[in-house]
T-cell receptor
């Protein structure tokens, strides 16, 4: 398995609170991605990073921000969580364009 | 806008049978087409992938067929086993656009013993 650790694995929080999810990799891959998975939608890209401090938006970026201050860590922040952000969040890593993406085991986030 | 459409949503097959999952895409700039397998509580795991210059790729019991003119690709699971029971996702990406994956909606496969 690719060396990807997501934390926390489960979280329950209330509407309006800030939430930060962490993705840590030990593979030294340049690219990192955050996806959310919802029934019937497959996985949808939120944000991705192509290097330290280099990030870009994905398909469903509204309400989310990211930061990458070092190669191994990619943080996803919900500034003010809403119930529509209840989902399973997956981090993925890749060596670069043309290379496969490998996924972590996800964070199940419930916003009440 | 769903750029990758996957069917069927669910599939039941007998042990030893063939599972077939189909995907259609819209963006002709896609140049990488992977299939992922996901078990409950786990992240998607890369199963097999193909590029548009190849019409078929086989790895063990898993085969991707690719039809560039029809903008369609499919996964065939031969000799299906109960351990193959999982959700399968097709996806597509462009190397020139950061290799961001666009996923199909998924197919839940159940292999009956």
């Amino acid at each position: 398995d690719a060396g990807i650790t997501q934390s926390p694995r489960h979280k329950v929080t209330e509407t309006g609170t800030p939430v930060t999810l962490r993705c840590h990799q030990t593979e030294n891959h340049r690219y990192m991605y955050w996806y959310r998975q919802d029934p019937g939608h497959g996985l949808r890209l939120i944000h991705y990073s192509y290097g330290v401090k280099d990030t870009d938006k994905g398909e469903v970026s509204d309400g989310y921000s990211v930061s990458r201050s070092k190669t191994e860590d990619f943080l996803l922040t919900l500034e003010s969580a809403t119930s529509s952000q209840t989902s399973v969040y997956f981090c993925a890593i890749s060596e670069g364009p043309g290379s496969a993406q490998h996924f972590g085991d996800g964070t199940r986030l419930s916003i009440l | 806008q769903q750029q990758v459409k996957q069917s069927p949503q669910s599939l039941i097959v007998q042990k030893g049978g063939i599972s077939i999952i189909n995907c259609a895409y819209e963006n002709t700039a896609f140049d990488y087409f992977p299939w992922y397998q996901q078990f409950p509580g786990k992240g998607p795991a890369l199963l097999i992938a193909i590029r548009p210059d190849v019409s078929e790729k086989k790895e063990g019991r898993f085969t991707i067929s690719f039809n560039k003119s029809a903008k369609q690709f499919s996964l065939h699971i031969m000799d299906s086993q109960p351990g193959d029971s999982a959700t399968y996702f097709c996806a597509a990406s462009m190397r020139a656009a950061g290799n961001k994956l666009t996923f199909g909606g998924g197919t839940r496969v159940l292999v009956k013993p």
